[in-house]
């Protein structure tokens, strides 16, 4: 599976946009799919996950902020960001996770195969 994220830009603190990844390949819906980010100078972290029944998890600093939700009709993550601050400036990366990854292993990115290109969100206070 290929995956390609968009949706970055700029926004004020407060504001909200929504990242989109589409997948290319087959049994998108079979897939644990997730959402990293990497702020400068910062290692990649997690930030929310949706697994094939939709259970979902959250980065705690994003909870109440961000939901991940999935179409499978379209092949297509996505990632709706409201109330954004400026510590959510990052480059925001889609993944498909490893088959047989354990639930607890799924917000680290050695648990993920398949990476998007990563589209860049900033946002000013």
């Known amino acids: 599976v290929q995956l390609q994220a968009s949706g970055g830009g700029l926004v004020q603190a407060g504001g909200s946009l929504r990242l989109s990844c589409a997948a290319e390949?087959?049994?998108?819906?079979?897939?644990?799919m997730g959402w990293f980010r990497q702020g400068p100078g910062k290692e990649r972290e997690f930030v929310a996950r949706i697994k094939r029944d939709r259970s979902t998890s959250y980065l705690d600093s994003v909870k109440g902020r961000f939901t991940v939700t999935r179409d499978n009709a379209k092949s297509t993550l996505y990632l709706q960001m409201n109330s954004l601050k400026p510590e959510d400036t990052a480059v925001y990366y889609c993944a498909v996770a490893r088959r047989g990854a354990i639930q607890s292993s799924l917000s680290l990115p050695t648990s993920y195969e398949t990476w998007g290109q990563g589209t860049l969100v900033t946002v000013s206070s």
């Open positions: 390949g087959d049994n998108f819906n079979t897939y644990t």
